[in-house]
T-cell receptor, first 114, second 111 residues
Framework: EAQVTQNPRYLITVTGKKLTVTCSQN?????MSWYRQDPGLGLRQIYY???????DKGDVPEGYKVSRKEKRNFPLILESPSPNQTSLYFC?????????????FGPGTRLTVL | GEDVEQSLFLSVREGDSSVINCTYT??????LYWYKQEPGAGLQLLTY?????DMKQDQRLTVLLNKKDKHLSLRIADTQTGDSAIYFC???????????FGTGTKLQVIP
């Protein structure tokens, strides 16, 4: 069974304090992505990765970084979080363009930046 | 860029049919998806349709695609209280490697 793990699930932090949200998968999928979900805006893609060491910007990459040093992990890094990054974040695996692969979503990380 | 729009809210009575609508702008979309998000959970893929199809039926779910109007709909027959959730449509434009989601429609089923 596909499993996408995110940590932490909930985080309250302060402006400017660097944080990392981890994402790991057990499916050996090449394609991984990060989304943020905000009321009335749906899900917006932050970054995606086609494979190890291959990452690209999604629709809202500003203020975020990612890395893909190994296939199973795709951490999301906020170097200097700001209140407008308060959101619900989802990591997803699979579902690349032109594919009917099911896209599996992690359980979500609710981040509050004060 | 791509833009996918949905109405934000829909309320139906249990047993009635629900129709959730979605419009998209990228005419090169290859796949269009419907996802369901239950409270406190991630997104679950419900069904998808390839852009060369007009209709797809899967048990209580019927997906209709009007490519000319760039309009996608999801019909849920005999809607149950367990169908209460937020429903997202999503498109995968041709040649791109990212999925663009709609704003989500919150479906409320009244017993």
């Amino acid at each position: 069974e596909a499993q996408v793990t995110q940590n932490p699930r909930y985080l309250i932090t302060v402006t400017g304090k660097k944080l990392t949200v981890t994402c790991s998968q057990n499916m050996n999928h090449e394609y991984m992505s990060w989304y943020r979900q905000d009321p009335g805006l749906g899900l917006r893609q932050i970054y995606y990765s086609m494979n190890v060491e291959v990452t690209d910007k999604g629709d809202v990459p500003e203020g975020y970084k990612v890395s893909r040093k190994e296939k199973r992990n795709f951490p999301l890094i906020l170097e200097s979080p700001s209140p407008n990054q308060t959101s619900l974040y989802f990591c997803a695996i699979g579902g690349a363009s032109g594919s009917t692969d099911t896209q599996y979503f992690g359980p979500g990380t609710r981040l509050t930046v004060l | 860029g791509e833009d996918v729009e949905q109405s934000l809210f829909l309320s139906v009575r249990e047993g009635d049919s629900s129709v959730i609508n979605c419009t998209y702008t990228d005419s090169s979309s290859t796949y269009l998806y419907w996802y369901k998000q239950e409270p406190g959970a991630g997104l679950q893929l419900l069904t998808y349709i390839f852009s060369n199809m007009d209709m797809k039926q899967d048990q209580r779910l019927t997906v209709l695609l009007n490519k000319k109007d760039k309009h996608l709909s999801l019909r849920i027959a005999d809607t149950q209280t367990g169908d209460s959730a937020i429903y997202f449509c999503a498109e995968v434009p041709g040649g791109y490697q990212k999925v663009t989601f709609g704003t989500g429609t919150k479906l409320q089923v009244i017993p």
